[in-house]
């Protein structure tokens, strides 16, 4: 099947089985390695990726389901300018280790934060309750977005 | 910054041209005998390709601290997932439906899978450490106290599964890279396996999504299988787990069954300890030994003990063999130990904190190895000082009050402490065999360079090091740089494990940079006349008369001129520093670092299950050099450790693991996450580098027993087995293992 879909703010399309999974075609595909895979079921949103702006799991979503809709990656926020100050910040906390949780936790916050004035701690918890972050104890993480203030 | 753009790239983001993929064939039986192994090549996904262990070309073993790990399976299969033949072909699914062309016919034999079976074989390893009498001591004591601990696997569980890439370049040149801890150790053990000198071989990690010591000997037995199926294959090969393999397959942390038998004065001060530690190997030795060895030194906890008398086993079961995790062996027995001291303090009538304060060890004190500690021991201060923060000592006694009044489904809360300290840096001689070198050198652009073996996996060593470098040579941290730790370039400075890096490491890096500018400096005074006084800040180097250039300027001028570039140096480990191995007597670490953790926990009335609200950390490791990154890894290993305490768990039925996927193995989420608070007391050790002791290894320790504890003050059930999930609280209870007093 072919999908046509917008990429991080592009015109794309593709060929596919339409059951393949999103985090293949965007690793493989389009060679954005941003994306990870921590565990191919659902369980520690390393592959949370932006459809039509809400996370998705990207190794549970079938590609046919992009079709026609917007999907945004890590980098597609990373190339976001607004994005910045918000991207430095995990790193001075110390939201950052390893790294291999980061890709899905930057999307989920950047969207969690966007058009926030303030962060409540219970809030971000619940939204990044599907993030599993094995290096860090979440306490940078929270850090980080609590941070956020009015842009 | 290139982990938040997701430009950082991991092994399994890397990709190279004619790459094939391998995947590996494991054994279904804990215990069997290989009667046969066929290949059926004509039913294989075409151009695929089988290695069995016939096709080793040097010795069958991962070289480890022997070689008894076989790379795979010959006759006998010793635990279920062994690896016992290995495909490759074009993709993934390829090289999967290429297993299922290999036939295999086995015998099985029966498998030693509990304590009671594995003790019938000879133990992988045991160790005893001797102090005073204890025979005498018992006598002499008021109360003797007994009770039997357990703990279970901890799986490391970084977000990046295990893998690795093998090629062999135009030159014959092996290439390896991959996630891991060690990349030295990969190189031995592929010279040993395939029978390539050292010079053929370069070992470079990628980045490494995250460890904790399960990236430190598992590697090289995947590099080992990607590199033979190059070889065989003649090209790239990719090796990458999913979670599924990934978990069935890769060592975890030793289970362990700890007794203790300790007898105190009735003031309830330490008089005799006796400690036997067994540890459950698996079917291997790989680290076994070095782990028990820190079991062993780490038995008595943080405390006084003028009798003490350990005996440790490594047992050897059919199972996966379990290796290092963060703390490596001493997580069990701090869980042990402090469970002991709050049941004597319980028998006493005592408060958790005043039974820790009259035991815990102070300069001058012996510990059981005989080690006089010095003053950089700070167990009472940390102690102190948590209590000033919580105040533990008084609202502990609330909520015991509370819970003896509490009724029906009121919550319950409660408050746990404990004391934990870890030995810095490899085990009594360790470091003295190695005395690792590291260098320092100068870039064709003046700048300084800093080679290592050191693995950046998420703990910062690739910044710190950096930092130690420009502090010591007087310069910017942007005119230093580190050197990514390839084989083929950087010396071997030792493995990123062992809470090693900033003090051992950094304590080579220091000097070597101090000597690098000092030789700069003095072929300027010879070279461009400059005179002897130049001092050298913020990258700027000053004459005596004030004149000022960069640092970059002369750098360069020397590295154009034949000037000096380089300086290597050997790690120093202190004179003083003497360890007998034989009868484990002496200095076994040149220091510790120390904690004390307060951790609260609300638990469901109606279903058991606790839930962390806060913990509070107080530690000392010496100078702090990074405070972010030291507080990150503070936060990071106590979370580990409340996973350890209360969800963890590997549940096994004949020799398999049922919970073998993320969604069954349960790591705390953020929504399970206490709030933090860490604290620092910044006491700049001399040893190390700027004074800085280890951290990584030191809040996996402490942080489940104080759980634990605040388990026990909120529900009067006594927990002694990690993890204290809700059904095994609920037996406790429904067993009477509590307080009595509800
Ligand atoms: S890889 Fe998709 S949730 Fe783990
Ligand atoms: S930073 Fe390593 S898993 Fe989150």
């Given at each position: 099947m072919k999908i046509d879909f917008v990429l991080n703010g592009r015109k794309v399309s593709a060929e596919g089985d339409p059951m393949d999974r999103l985090l293949d075609l965007l690793r493989e595909k389009f060679k954005l390695t941003g994306t990870k895979e921590g565990c191919g079921e659902g369980e520690c949103g390393a592959c949370t990726v932006l459809l039509d702006g809400e996370p998705v799991l990207s190794c549970l979503v079938p590609i046919f389901q992009c079709q026609g809709r917007e999907v945004m990656t890590v980098e597609g926020v990373a190339a976001d300018p607004e994005a910045q100050a918000f991207l430095e910040r995990f790193v001075q906390e110390g939201g950052v280790q390893c790294g291999a949780c980061t890709p899905g936790i930057i999307v989920t916050g950047w969207k969690l934060s966007q058009n926030k004035a303030r962060l409540r701690r219970g809030e971000i918890k619940n939204a990044l309750a599907g993030n599993l972050c094995r290096c860090t104890g979440y306490e940078a993480i929270v850090r980080a977005l609590e941070r956020e203030s009015p842009s | 910054m290139d982990k938040v753009t997701g430009e950082a790239l991991y092994t399994d983001d890397l990709t190279l041209p004619g790459m094939i993929f391998g995947a590996t064939l494991r054994s279904p039986h804990p215990h069997a005998r290989i009667k046969r192994v066929r290949w059926k090549s004509a039913s294989a996904p075409d151009g695929a390709i089988c290695i069995t262990s016939g096709d080793i070309?040097?010795?069958?073993?991962?070289?480890?601290?022997?070689?008894?790990?076989?790379?795979?399976?010959?006759?006998?299969?010793?635990?279920?997932?062994?690896?016992?033949?290995?495909?490759?072909?074009?993709?993934?699914?390829?090289?999967?439906?290429?297993?299922?062309?290999?036939?295999?016919?086995?015998?099985?034999?029966?498998?030693?899978?509990?304590?009671?079976?594995?003790?019938?074989?000879?133990?992988?390893?045991?160790?005893?450490?001797?102090?005073?009498?204890?025979?005498?001591?018992?006598?002499?004591?008021?109360?003797?106290?007994?009770?039997?601990?357990?703990?279970?696997?901890?799986?490391q569980l970084y977000i990046e599964c295990q893998g690795m890439i093998a090629w062999f370049d135009d030159d014959g040149m092996l290439k390896i890279i991959g996630s891991m801890q060690c990349p030295y150790y990969v190189q031995k053990a592929l010279m040993h396996t395939l029978q390539i000198p050292e010079d053929k071989i370069s070992v470079k990690p990628a980045a490494v999504g995250g460890a904790f010591g399960g990236k430190e000997d598992f590697p090289?037995?995947?590099?080992?299988?990607?590199?033979?199926?190059?070889?065989?294959?003649?090209?790239?090969?990719?090796?990458?787990?999913?979670?599924?393999?990934?978990?069935?397959?890769?060592?975890?942390?030793?289970?362990?069954?700890?007794?203790?038998?300790?007898?105190?004065?009735?003031?309830?001060?330490?008089?005799?300890?006796?400690?036997?530690?067994?540890?459950?190997?698996?079917?291997f030795q790989t680290l076994s030994p070095v782990v028990l060895s820190r079991a062993v030194l780490h038995a008595t906890g943080p405390y006084r003990c003028p009798n003490v008398q350990i005996f440790g086993r490594v047992l050897r079961t059919h199972t996966v063999p379990n290796a290092a995790f963060r703390g490596f062996g001493a997580p069990q027995v701090h869980f042990a130990v402090e469970r002991m001291i709050d049941h004597v303090a319980r028998a006493l009538k005592m408060n958790p904190f005043d039974i820790r304060k009259i035991n815990v060890v102070h300069p001058e004190d012996r510990l059981a190895t005989g080690q006089v500690l010095d003053e950089s021991t700070s167990a009472h201060l940390v102690l102190e000082e948590v209590e000033k923060i919580t105040k533990f000592r008084r609202r502990w006694r609330s909520m015991e009050r509370a819970r003896a009044r509490r009724q029906g489904d009121e919550p319950m809360r409660g408050i746990g402490l404990s004391l934990s300290f870890h030995g810095a840096g490899f085990t009594g001689l360790g470091e003295h065999r190695m005395r690792s070198p590291a260098t320092v050198r100068l870039?064709?652009?003046?700048?300084?360079?800093?080679?290592?073996?050191?693995?950046?996996?998420?703990?910062?060593?690739?910044?710190?090091?950096?930092q130690i470098a420009a502090a010591a040579a007087g310069l910017r941290l942007e005119d230093v740089i580190a050197h990514e730790p390839d084989t083929a370039v950087v010396p071997d400075s030792g493995p990123t494990v062992a809470s090693r890096t900033t003090m051992i490491v950094g304590g080579t890096v220091e000097r070597a940079a101090r000597e690098l500018r000092d030789r700069v400096i003095h072929w300027a005074q010879e070279h461009l006349g400059t005179g002897p006084d130049l001092e050298i800040r913020d990258s700027e180097v000053r004459g005596p008369k004030g004149s000022v250039s960069p640092f970059r300027d002369i750098g360069r001028a020397c590295y154009e001129q034949g000037g000096p570039r380089e300086v290597t140096l050997h790690h120093e480990p202190p004179a003083w520093q003497e360890f007998d191995e034989s009868t484990y007597r002496g200095v076994a670490y040149a220091t510790y670092g120390w904690a004390a953790h307060v951790i609260e926990v609300d638990i469901d009335p109606d279903t058991l299950e606790p839930r962390p609200l806060k913990a509070t950390g107080v530690a000392e490791v010496g100078r702090v050099i990074h405070p972010t990154m030291c507080k990150g890894q503070f936060e990071g290993g106590t979370l580990q450790a409340i996973g350890y305490a209360l969800t963890e768990e590997m549940k096994m039925k004949q020799g398999k693991y049922l919970n073998d996927r993320l969604t069954t193995y349960i790591i705390p989420t953020m929504k399970d996450s206490p709030k933090m608070e860490v604290t620092f007391l910044d006491r700049p050790w001399q040893g190390g580098a700027f004074g800085a002791k280890g951290i990584g290894e030191l809040p996996m320790n402490g942080a489940a027993p104080a759980v634990i504890q605040a388990i026990e003050n909120a529900t009067g059930i006594i927990p002694v087995a990690l993890p204290s999930t809700p059904e095994r609280l609920y037996r406790w209870m429904m067993e009477g293992r509590t307080t009595g007093e509800d």
């Open positions: - | 070309p040097g010795p069958n073993g991962v070289q480890l601290l022997d070689d008894s790990w076989p790379v795979l399976a010959d006759k006998i299969v010793h635990h279920i997932g062994e690896p016992v033949a290995l495909t490759a072909a074009a993709t993934r699914e390829a090289a999967q439906r290429a297993l299922q062309a290999i036939e295999i016919e086995y015998e099985p034999l029966p498998p030693a899978l509990s304590w009671e079976e594995a003790e019938q074989l000879e133990p992988l390893y045991t160790l005893s450490l001797n102090h005073g009498d204890i025979q005498q001591a018992f006598t002499q004591a008021d109360s003797i106290f007994e009770e039997e601990y357990r703990t279970g696997h901890q799986e090289s037995l995947l590099a080992i299988h990607a590199a033979l199926l190059a070889r065989h294959s003649g090209h790239p090969v990719k090796m990458v787990y999913d979670r599924h393999e990934d978990l069935m397959v890769t060592p975890k942390r030793h289970p362990s069954r700890i007794r203790h038998r300790t007898g105190v004065s009735k003031e309830g001060r330490l008089l005799a300890m006796e400690i036997k530690i067994d540890l459950d190997g698996g079917a870039t064709a652009d003046g700048r300084m360079e800093v080679l290592t073996a050191q693995t950046e996996m998420g703990q910062g060593c690739s910044t710190i090091l950096p």
